[in-house]
């Protein structure tokens, strides 16, 4: 469990168990391939799981990070208030207009991908396979935007 994912967090890892069964049949048998699809069903939902729960982890390390963020951004701002005309001379403070970029895209990812899937469950639908990271979510491994 010792292993870190990007950004330095921790990578969520869960137990496999591997079943061999000598079926002692043909391929083309029935009951062999209902199994044989039936396991394979069973893996791509553990697989899914194992993706959500590391998504919840990531989700529930950027709340706190969120959370830090905004209060810092409160204390800066109480901070520049105190300061009134004289905010010129405070030369610590941080412009935050490239994080803020990277801050709104990681909102619209969000927000796509929330929105997508409430769309699909009133639809009753389920998403095509391969469709998962074409949800309106930005590269984010781009620079900050320029307008």
Known sequence: MGSQGPGGLPLVQAPYTVLLLPLGTSRQDPGARSFFLWLQKMQAL???QDALWQGLELLEHGQAWFEGRLREAQQQQLHLGALGENFLSDLHSKPGGPQLAQIQNMNICLQNLIQEKLS???KGGT???G???QLGCPNMRRGPTRV
């Open 120 to 122: 699909r469950q009133q």
């Open 131 to 133: 469709e998962t990271a």
């Open 127 to 129: 998403q095509p396979k």
């Open 46 to 48: 553990e697989r899914e």
